[in-house]
């Protein structure tokens, strides 16, 4: 072959692959080895749930368990009815500190090299997604199995089978933290930004109450967001997934949401297009 010859289309794709899923390795491995460093956040992430599913349903067992909607076919206590609202609470919580360590990261932290970094940016961000997705799933399995020590009526075969749809309502929250991430300049404005997003999310949804009991209270309108929350149809799938069911239009629109968050994180990390390009290079540098 000629020095100017150029490389056949396969050599090539090749080439972009061999580049691609090293940098992937790389930051999903970077971001684990550095949760695994903290192990308060291990035990942070599954106390808070745990004690939801301890104290809240035991306070609340006579109060939501009065009727059986789907997936269930017969009545089924509080704490069953909870766990995978309880899930989501993680993957929620997990998904905004992803993106908190996405802001430090871009103002004094390792992203501001990434960045600069010979590969494209939706790489660095999909590789960013994956590890923040992948610690939402693992949190989420160490939950589970505490929610099985304590007496949540759950099958292992159940809980493996949802692992998928899980590991999907985590990419979906993660791309949530990430466009947050790109609308958030300062580590000061991230708690407000936090509390503006997780709480009305998470209490605006199915995550604790049957959606009917919002309609009977005659919180109609409360009702008619928490029917359309992209959050809504994570737990709902996850609901049914952990009962040995596939709620196919929840995981639809889980996906489909999530998708369509990574293509705004992406628009928004844009230099040329995006926010970031009215806001500056990230870490406010030069060029």
């Known amino acids: 072959m000629t020095a100017g010859a150029t490389l056949p289309p396969v050599t090539r794709r090749r080439g972009l692959v061999g580049h691609i899923v090293p940098a992937l390795v790389a930051i999903v491995g970077r971001e684990v080895s550095k949760f ?9 992430s599954v106390v808070r749930p745990a004690l939801w599913l301890i104290v809240f349903a035991s306070g609340f067992q006579n109060v939501f368990g009065v009727s059986i909607i789907p997936p269930y076919e017969t009545y089924v206590e509080y704490k069953v009815y909870l766990t995978p609202g309880l899930i989501g609470m993680v993957l929620l919580f997990n998904g905004m500190l992803s993106s908190l360590a996405m802001v430090y990261d871009r103002e004094m932290g390792m992203m501001r090299l990434l960045l600069t970094a010979p590969l494209s940016r939706g790489v660095l961000l999909f590789g960013k997604l994956l590890a923040g997705a992948f610690l939402s799933l693992l949190q989420a399995l160490v939950f589970l199995i505490v929610a099985l020590l304590i007496g949540v ?10 692992l998928p749809v899980i590991g999907l309502a985590a990419l979906m929250l993660a791309a949530l933290g990430l466009v947050l991430s ?14 503006f997003v997780i709480f009305p999310m998470f209490f605006i949804s199915s995550a604790l109450y049957p959606l009917w009991k919002l309609q009977e209270s005659g919180a109609t309108w409360i009702w008619q967001i928490a029917r359309f929350s992209p959050f809504t149809y994570a737990v709902e799938s996850i609901r049914f997934a952990l009962v040995g069911q596939f709620n196919g239009p929840a995981v639809l629109v889980t996906a489909l949401v999530g998708a369509a968050l990574f293509g705004i994180a992406l628009y928004g990390y844009d230099p040329q297009r995006g926010l970031m390009k009215r806001g500056g290079p990230p870490g406010g540098g030069g060029a």
């Open 36 to 44: 695994l460093r903290q192990p308060g956040r291990l035990v942070s």
């Open 153 to 162: 009526d759950i099958t292992i075969a159940n809980m493996l089978l949802a």
């Open 182 to 195: 790109v609308h958030v300049k300062q580590l000061e404005n991230f708690a407000g930004t936090m509390n």
